[in-house]
C-alpha cells in the first residue's frame, strides 16, 4: 500500500457497490441532493476530500433540500426508536429529568409553529440544558437566518455520521 492510498474505512466505502454507498450516504444525511453529489465524487482520496465534498454539497442544497434532509432528523428529545446514530446523538437529553424532557417540547413545538420544521442542532456532546438554552435564542431568529444555521448544524452533524461511516474498524458501511 502507498502512502498516497486512503484509509481502510475510505477505501471500503469508495468501493461499496452504487446503491449500498448511495444508502449508506443517505443514513448520513436524507437530502438525495447531497447523497448523490458525495456519491459522484468518488473515489475520494482522503477523508479530507470527502469532508469538503460534503461541506460543498451542504452548501448547495436549496430549500426544498434542506427540508428534505430535516425530515430525516427526529425532534430532540425523542430520538428515532430502533435508530442507534439519533439515540448517540442525543445522549445529553437521555438523564434530562422530566421538567427538561416537557420544556424541550414545548418549546420543540413552538419552534416547529414558527419554522415549519424540527428543531435542529448537532447534539453531540451537549447537555439537554444547551439544547434548551440554544432553541430559546434560536426561536427569535428570522426563517432566513434561521434555515442558515441549520445548514451549518446538518453540516456538523453530517461530518459526525461521515467519520463514523469511513472508521477503519467497521465491518460494514
Known amino acids: 500500500m502507498t502512502s498516497t492510498s486512503p484509509p481502510p474505512g475510505l477505501a ?34 482522503s477523508v479530507a476530500d470527502l469532508y469538503t465534498a460534503a461541506d460543498a454539497a451542504m ?20 430520538p428515532k426508536p430502533g435508530d442507534p446514530a439519533s439515540a448517540r446523538e442525543q445522549r445529553g437529553m437521555a438523564g434530562a429529568s422530566a421538567e427538561l424532557k416537557a420544556e424541550m417540547l414545548e418549546l420543540n413545538l413552538a ?44 453540516g456538523r452533524i453530517n461530518r459526525i455520521r461521515l467519520a463514523r461511516l469511513v472508521e477503519e474498524d467497521r465491518d460494514t458501511p
Request: include cysteine; aromatic fraction near 6%; charge should be negative.
Open 59 to 78: 452548501a448547495d442544497l436549496t430549500a426544498a433540500d434542506l427540508a428534505e434532509a430535516m425530515a430525516g432528523h427526529p425532534p430532540i428529545g425523542r
Open 111 to 154: 419552534y416547529q409553529e414558527k419554522f415549519g420544521q424540527v428543531f435542529l442542532i448537532c447534539a453531540t456532546g451537549r447537555t439537554g440544558e444547551q439544547m434548551r438554552d440554544a432553541v430559546k435564542v434560536r426561536i427569535g431568529n428570522a426563517p432566513d437566518e434561521e434555515r442558515e444555521i441549520v445548514r451549518v448544524e446538518l
Open 12 to 45: 471500503r466505502f469508495n468501493d461499496l457497490e452504487k446503491s449500498a454507498a448511495l444508502a449508506a450516504l443517505h443514513e448520513t444525511c436524507a437530502s438525495t441532493a447531497w447523497a448523490t453529489r458525495l456519491l459522484a465524487g468518488r473515489p475520494y482520496a
